[in-house]
């Protein structure tokens, strides 16, 4: 109960400093409007004279890249990374080595309470233009797709909050991360489908890329609510292998951690 209250008032103070910036998450949940004009524009061209691509139809195609703006308000890692690193650099960290709490926990609290602020705010723009693209959107009303998207985007929360732990935590070892981060940022954006649906690729290559963990940390449960995944037993079996992804890097975490701290030298704080 004692570590409920403290990580407890960590999300609610976490959440009223977010709320402080509520309007920078606002702004860029409507310039994100603008890439979503790119992506209705470059598809329509594409399904020009087209009935399908890939299998799904264009509002299909159109649901998946929404729902995916959504998604990456709801569970992205945006700064995280930059934030643990600037806390080892300017000697910050220190005060959590002398109180009982845990650094991984604090820190995906206070992601947790600012993807709260940003998950609600995106949604704001979305309802300004839905009447203008609710007539290109197409959900499947399945509703084992409701049950099983819930943990899956709780699982690629946990898969992008992690792999931004780990990227600044390299922060013991190098005064700047920004490279292992932009090429972390590129190979995501690539390989989790924010470019294209992944199941565009060839066989061989989609088959590929699910073995990677960038496929489970977006469109994995883009896919999953949008109707791209229509397998319930392929559904379960993503999940098993998300969890299976957590667990290896919550471990790989908690080596860099370990032997991060053995480097450290605690000065400043």
């Known amino acids: 109960m004692n570590a409920l209250t403290k990580y407890r008032h960590v999300f609610l103070v976490g959440l009223q400093s977010n709320l402080v910036y509520r309007w920078n998450f606002l702004i860029r949940g409507f310039f994100s409007l603008a890439r979503l004009a790119v992506v209705f524009i470059l598809w329509g061209a594409a399904y020009a004279g087209l009935t399908q691509i890939g299998g799904y139809s264009i509002g299909q195609t159109f649901t998946y890249f929404t729902a995916l703006i959504a998604l990456q308000f709801m569970v992205g890692a945006f700064n995280e990374d930059y934030q643990i690193g600037e806390e080892i650099r300017n000697g910050l960290i220190n005060q959590f080595l002398l109180k009982p709490i845990n650094y991984y926990l604090y820190r995906f609290t206070v992601f947790l309470s600012a993807r709260a602020v940003s998950g609600v705010l995106v949604f704001v723009p979305l309802l300004v233009i839905y009447p203008l ?98 397998d319930p037993v392929a559904a379960v079996q993503g999940l098993a292998v998300q969890v299976v992804w957590v667990g290896l890097f919550l471990l790989i975490a908690r080596f860099i951690w370990l032997t991060g701290l053995r480097k450290h030298t605690a000065v400043g704080g």
């Open 133 to 230: 693209i609710r007539h290109q959107l197409a959900f499947p009303g399945d509703a084992w797709r409701l049950l099983l998207g819930a943990p899956a985007l709780v699982l690629a929360a946990l898969l992008q909050f992690t792999l931004a732990f780990c990227f600044g935590l390299l922060a013991f070892w190098f005064l700047e991360i920004q490279g292992f981060v932009i090429l972390s940022y590129a190979a995501e954006t690539l390989l989790s489908g924010q470019i294209f649906p992944l199941d565009l690729l060839p066989p061989a290559l989609f088959k590929a890329a699910q073995f990677l963990p960038f496929y489970y940390m977006m469109y994995f449960p883009a896919a999953l609510v949008t109707g791209r995944i229509n």
